[in-house]
């Protein structure tokens, strides 16, 4: 059971990797310095430096360059063209646009962004520690001390869950409301 266990996290994490990861297969070349990335976010070994920026009417350019003055003459080409632009992606004034997502860099802006993701993060752990329990708890058959470790570990994902919630819930309480700290 464990080393099939073991077999089928690699392979979930390998899929998931690599559904995530890889760059669109229809990148569109823009000239011959640049190509559209489309909806992927990771750029090729041979153009590697990210050219994103927003066009006049709001749109989204994603696209990569060879070097960042490639990005630059192409930016400008489009700024010839009529093409106005906002040099800071998609995220906007505030913010840095990562593989992570918008991570914003002021001290206000970035500690509710930092709590945010770190709650998610925990709160996927618990699940997954949830999953792995109700497995060992299915697969144990007449093995009651197979059975007691089962529940034991799911109940140590339920109570870590519901301390995450509650220490969440009185640092925004203290933090936020009584002493009124920037960013909560």
Same mark, same amino acid.
């Given at each position: 059971?464990?080393?099939?266990?073991?077999?089928?996290?690699?392979?979930?994490?390998?899929?998931?990797?690599?559904?995530?990861?890889?760059?669109?297969?229809?990148?569109?070349?823009?000239?011959?310095?640049?190509?559209?990335?489309?909806?992927?976010?990771?750029?090729?070994?041979? +153009?590697?430096?990210?050219?994103?920026?927003?066009?006049?009417?709001?749109?989204?350019?994603?696209?990569c360059c060879?070097?960042?003055?490639?990005?630059?003459? +192409?930016?400008?080409?489009?700024?010839?063209?009529?093409?106005?632009?906002?040099?800071?992606?998609?995220?906007?004034?505030?913010?840095?646009?990562?593989?992570?997502?918008?991570?914003?860099?002021? *001290?206000?802006?970035?500690?509710?962004?930092? *709590?945010?993701?770190?709650?998610?993060?925990?709160?996927?752990?618990?699940?997954?520690?949830?999953?792995?329990?109700?497995?060992?708890?299915?697969?144990?058959?007449?093995?009651?001390?197979?059975?007691?470790?089962?529940?034991?570990?799911?109940?140590?994902?339920?109570?870590?869950?519901?301390?995450?919630?509650?220490?969440?819930?009185?640092?925004?309480?203290?933090?936020?409301?009584?002493?009124?700290l920037p960013?909560?």
């Amino acid at each position: 059971m464990n080393k099939l266990f073991h077999h089928f996290l690699i392979f979930s994490i390998v899929s998931i990797l690599t559904w995530v990861a890889l760059p669109t297969p229809s990148a569109k070349a823009v000239g011959n310095s640049c190509y559209s990335l489309g909806w992927a976010t990771i750029c090729r070994p041979d +153009y590697p430096t990210q050219c994103n920026f927003n066009k006049s009417d709001g749109t989204a350019v994603k696209s990569c360059c060879g070097t960042a003055d490639l990005c630059a003459a +192409y930016k400008a080409s489009l700024a010839e063209s009529g093409e106005t632009f906002s040099a800071t992606g998609t995220c906007g004034l505030g913010a840095i646009d990562t593989a992570l997502g918008c991570i914003p860099y002021t *001290f206000e802006a970035f500690t509710p962004a930092l *709590f945010g993701f770190l709650a998610g993060l925990a709160g996927g752990i618990a699940l997954i520690i949830m999953l792995i329990a109700t497995v060992q708890i299915m697969v144990s058959g007449d093995n009651a001390e197979a059975v007691k470790k089962g529940k034991e570990l799911f109940t140590g994902a339920v109570t870590g869950l519901l301390f995450i919630i509650f220490s969440v819930t009185l640092l925004r309480l203290v933090a936020g409301d009584i002493i009124k700290l920037p960013g909560f």
